[in-house]
């Protein structure tokens, strides 16, 4: 194996200053109740990236994204339809201490963790950003329309695609209809990663513009 050229070796000592100034964070009130930053887990050069809500209990406690009951089912699809583990891919959340009672994350709180997380996305470079969830998803795509109008496409989103999919707590909870739509949109997002590394073989679904959600949101008339 070759050695690291000076470039992957300064974003990787980019990546762990990042770690660091977040770990020691105190911009917003979620600094006064954590146990640990919960900053992300996986593989910093990794071609996809999952992008929660925020820490739950368990994660808190462990200091890593998705290791609770979400977590081993998103484990368990990305094995089943992508071929991938936790390692092979980076995983991180909109917010990185965990809200009280699991309550949704504050504007403020977001504004706060906002520079993080961009910042993880610059030095990633992730070419397929899968968003977990409705908070995640409105978020990042900057609209009102929810999770289940949103998902079942991928969009260009800040020079790269993204893919919107249900949280796995929603498939923990709605059964064998939500966790169809999840595999397909975890289908579709490693089909895009697959073209985009170069295999010709793969078809690559439609990348959709984002001006696009304006026809949506005429369509689903209320966000929900």
Request: aromatic letters at 4%.
């Amino acid at each position: 194996m070759s050695p690291p050229d000076s470039q992957t070796q300064s974003a990787d000592s980019a990546f762990e200053e990042l770690r660091t100034a977040a770990e020691s964070c105190t911009s917003c009130g979620l600094c006064e109740q954590r146990t640990q930053v919960v900053f992300g887990s996986g593989d910093p050069h990794a071609d996809l990236m999952f992008i929660g809500e925020g820490p739950g209990a368990e994660e808190d406690r462990t200091g890593l994204p998705f290791v609770g009951r979400s977590g081993k089912l998103l484990d368990r699809l990305m094995g089943e339809e992508m071929g991938l583990t936790r390692d092979s891919v980076y995983i991180a959340n909109v917010v990185k201490c965990r809200p009280p009672a699991n309550r949704d994350p504050r504007p403020e709180e977001i504004a706060a963790c906002r520079p993080h997380l961009e910042r993880q996305l610059e030095l990633i470079d992730p070419k397929v950003v899968v968003t977990l969830g409705n908070f995640s998803s409105k978020l990042l795509m900057d609209t009102r329309i929810g999770i289940t109008k949103l998902r079942g496409r991928a969009y260009a989103w800040s020079g790269r695609a993204l893919v919107p999919t249900l949280h796995p707590a929603a498939v923990l909870r709605g059964g064998g209809d939500a966790m169809a739509m999840v595999r397909a949109d975890l289908v579709r997002a490693q089909m895009i990663v697959n073209r985009s590394t170069g295999d010709p073989s793969e078809t690559e679904p439609a990348v959709v513009d984002l001006t696009e959600l304006s026809e949506l949101a005429d369509v689903a008339g209320a966000s929900r």
